[in-house]
């Protein structure tokens, strides 16, 4: 990696830790299962994906979770030999209510297994862990207020946790009512000097949020903000293309040098396709004891901490899916992967059996995706699908939401016979539309691809392995499928957390088909059209 975001796609809220020479960043991940990808690196700049926190359904319960609700802003950290992930899982619909339970889950080794999550509290969002050097152990999380006539996001509570009980114990305080920008959460609390540090996400997660600090000798407060904050923001430099900055954490380097890992976004005409991504900046540690960073607005570049290169094994555009299992990069919406998905059936094909859910479904719809990491990109597959009923389909989807997607798709329509569709859903209308059908031989492999260039989608189709490509409708807004056009142009007021994926879907609301087969699904990222990015 050479250039930000150090963690492209769909990966907000990062938190980032040490142990030894090695170090971790946990993203939230909502709704999609499982729960809290870790990453890990040796020079900051090359991260690969290693596990998840969350992989046990006896441990989280993401049914009937809410669009860009479940995972918010986990906090990873390590401390006496062990790692300890702090969590929440927002539930609610669409207008969440706010309900956040907080757990706390701990692992010897990050890749598991972790350990039956603790219940803490449900006070507010965005818990975090400090450990102070007595031994002590403080939740700070955001204090949340359901009340007329008070901000809901009230600043920042304080309250210790007992490893021995278990549980929070003692007096919980608001230590940190925010600056003027508002909206604080994400609160994580550090330790230098002497002081304790508060890193706070304020202006809320659009185009004026921040990054603020504020600092006190005593943990409980008075909390004095930082004089220049705040330490890292976009609001106020609207010509750069990374928007949307702040949310973060801090890990120190070496001597006074410190790596930041925070949100911010690569919108192209102010809408992110791509979500919030994870960027890394430089700063250290000043003689007067205030953290500064090497820069205030977001930078392409990424930081020199002198750590010896450690690249990562590369991300193969392919999976011919010829092991035991998918690979990390593959996600689930709701459910276990495995739960839809087996490539013993069939050995060197994905086997997704159908369920009753369409797209639109909060329940159980049989959807696996990767998170779309560039712009431009290029994804196809080769589906062996004999669909006999009208609601049978299996094909291509391209997905944010459960009211924003797109899907290329085989059927068997009762008009045209078999037949290549291309079925969409752009915002609260109560159906899809259909934008293209198109009367196939009956064949039992078809290609399946689409292609974006940051802008539009093309979907295309070919009936076999070696048949021409053929165009399926007409260009497709690829920006609908944006936390934006969630939030702003959806007539409903909604939360647009998450970013899209492109994947593979089945559905069968009779449940007497033959489950589709994919023989193989890649993706590939191409540099964009106009905006400088990949």
């Given at each position: 990696?050479?250039?930000?975001?150090?963690?492209?796609?769909?990966?907000?809220?990062?938190?980032?830790?040490?142990?030894?020479?090695?170090?971790?960043?946990?993203?939230?991940?909502?709704?999609?299962?499982?729960?809290?990808?870790?990453?890990?690196?040796?020079?900051?700049?090359?991260?690969?994906?290693?596990?998840?926190?969350?992989?046990?359904?006896?441990?989280?319960?993401?049914?009937?979770?809410?669009?860009?609700?479940?995972?918010?802003?986990?906090?990873?950290?390590?401390?006496?030999?062990?790692?300890?992930?702090?969590?929440?899982?927002?539930?609610?619909?669409?207008?969440?209510?706010?309900?956040?339970?907080?757990?706390?889950?701990?692992?010897?080794?990050?890749?598991?297994?972790?350990?039956?999550?603790?219940?803490?509290?449900?006070?507010?969002?965005?818990?975090?862990?400090?450990?102070?050097?007595?031994?002590?152990?403080?939740?700070?999380?955001t204090e949340f207020v359901w009340a007329p006539g008070y901000r809901a996001h009230n600043g920042t509570l304080l309250q210790e946790y007992s490893v021995a009980e278990r549980r929070l114990v003692g007096p919980c305080r608001n230590i940190f009512g925010g600056t003027a920008l508002g909206t604080p959460e994400g609160s994580?609390?550090?330790?230098?000097?002497?002081?304790?540090?508060?890193?706070?996400?304020?202006?809320?997660?659009?185009?004026?949020?921040?990054?603020?600090?504020?600092?006190?000798?005593?943990?409980?407060?008075?909390?004095?903000?930082?004089?220049?904050?705040?330490?890292?923001?976009?609001?106020?430099?609207?010509?750069?293309?990374?928007?949307?900055?702040?949310?973060?954490?801090?890990?120190?380097?070496?001597?006074?040098?410190?790596?930041?890992?925070?949100?911010?976004?690569?919108?192209?005409?102010?809408?992110?396709?791509?979500?919030?991504?994870?960027?890394?900046?430089?700063?250290?540690?000043?003689?007067?004891?205030?953290?500064?960073?090497?820069?205030?607005?977001?930078?392409?570049?990424?930081?020199?901490?002198?750590?010896?290169?450690?690249?990562?094994?590369?991300?193969?555009?392919?999976?011919?899916?010829?092991?035991?299992?998918?690979?990390?990069?593959?996600?689930?919406?709701?459910?276990?992967?495995?739960?839809?998905?087996?490539?013993?059936?069939?050995?060197?094909?994905?086997?997704?059996?159908?369920?009753?859910?369409?797209?639109?479904?909060?329940?159980?719809?049989?959807?696996?995706?990767?998170?779309?990491?560039?712009?431009?990109?290029?994804?196809?597959?080769?589906?062996?699908?004999?669909?006999?009923?009208?609601?049978?389909?299996?094909?291509?989807?391209?997905?944010?939401?459960?009211?924003?997607?797109?899907?290329?798709?085989?059927?068997?329509?009762?008009?045209?016979?078999?037949?290549?569709?291309?079925?969409?859903?752009?915002?609260?209308?109560?159906?899809?539309?259909?934008?293209?059908?198109?009367?196939?031989?009956?064949?039992?492999?078809?290609?399946?691809?689409?292609?974006?260039?940051?802008?539009?989608?093309?979907?295309?189709?070919?009936?076999?392995?070696?048949?021409?490509?053929?165009?399926?409708?007409?260009?497709?807004?690829?920006?609908?499928?944006?936390?934006?056009?969630?939030?702003?142009?959806?007539?409903?007021?909604?939360?647009?957390?998450?970013?899209?994926?492109?994947?593979?879907?089945?559905?069968?609301?009779?449940?007497?088909?033959?489950?589709?087969?994919?023989?193989?699904?890649?993706?590939?990222?191409?540099?964009?059209?106009?905006?400088?990015?990949?």
């Open positions: 990696m050479t250039a930000n975001p150090i963690l492209p796609g769909f990966n907000p809220d990062p938190s980032i830790c040490r142990a030894g020479d090695d170090f971790y960043i946990a993203t939230s991940s909502f709704q999609w299962w499982p729960g809290v990808p870790i990453y890990h690196s040796r020079d900051l700049r090359h991260w690969e994906l290693v596990s998840y926190a969350l992989t046990d359904p006896a441990h989280l319960d993401l049914r009937r979770i809410g669009d860009s609700a479940g995972i918010w802003a986990p906090c990873l950290s390590y401390a006496d030999g062990l790692f300890w992930l702090i969590f929440t899982v927002a539930s609610g619909g669409r207008q969440h209510t706010y309900e956040c339970p907080n757990y706390l889950t701990t692992a010897a080794d990050v890749r598991g297994p972790w350990s039956a999550p603790v219940y803490l509290n449900t006070t507010g969002n965005d818990p975090s862990l400090f450990h102070d050097d007595d031994g002590r152990k403080w939740l700070v999380n994580k609390l550090h330790k230098h000097g002497g002081w304790y540090y508060l890193i706070t996400a304020e202006g809320g997660t659009e185009y004026g949020h921040a990054m603020t600090v504020s600092r006190s000798r005593d943990i409980w407060g008075p909390y004095e903000v930082h004089p220049q904050n705040p330490i890292l923001t976009a609001k106020d430099d609207p010509a750069n293309p990374i928007q949307r900055a702040g949310h973060g954490d801090i890990v120190p380097v070496a001597g006074n040098r410190v790596a930041v890992v925070y949100l911010a976004s690569r919108p192209v005409e102010q809408r992110s396709l791509l979500g919030r991504e994870t960027f890394l900046a430089g700063g250290r540690w000043d003689d007067d004891g205030w953290l500064r960073l090497d820069a205030r607005t977001p930078q392409r570049e990424l930081p020199d901490f002198g750590l010896p290169a450690a690249p990562v094994p590369e991300l193969l555009p392919r999976d011919d899916f010829d092991g035991a299992g998918l690979g990390l990069r593959w996600t689930s919406l709701r459910q276990p992967i495995g739960e839809l998905a087996d490539l013993t059936t069939r050995p060197g094909w994905l086997t997704l059996q159908g369920t009753p859910s369409p797209p639109d479904s909060f329940i159980r719809p049989s959807l696996v995706a990767q998170r779309i990491r560039h712009h431009a990109f290029s994804s196809e597959t080769l589906l062996d699908f004999a669909p006999t009923e009208m609601q049978q389909w299996a094909g291509l989807i391209c997905y944010y939401d459960t009211r924003h997607w797109y899907l290329l798709h085989r059927q068997f329509d009762q008009r045209l016979g078999p037949c290549i569709a291309l079925y969409c859903r752009r915002g609260p209308a109560p159906r899809y539309e259909n934008l293209a059908q198109i009367p196939i031989a009956d064949v039992p492999g078809v290609r399946l691809g689409v292609d974006c260039d940051g802008r539009l989608l093309r979907f295309r189709w070919a009936a076999s392995e070696d048949g021409a490509w053929q165009p399926v409708g007409e260009p497709q807004d690829a920006l609908v499928l944006s936390d934006e056009f969630v939030e702003k142009h959806d007539p409903i007021p909604s939360f647009g957390f998450t970013g899209a994926h492109v994947g593979l879907y089945s559905y069968d609301i009779t449940e007497r088909a033959i489950p589709p087969a994919f023989d193989w699904f890649e993706v590939h990222g191409h540099a964009s059209v106009g905006d400088g990015w990949s």
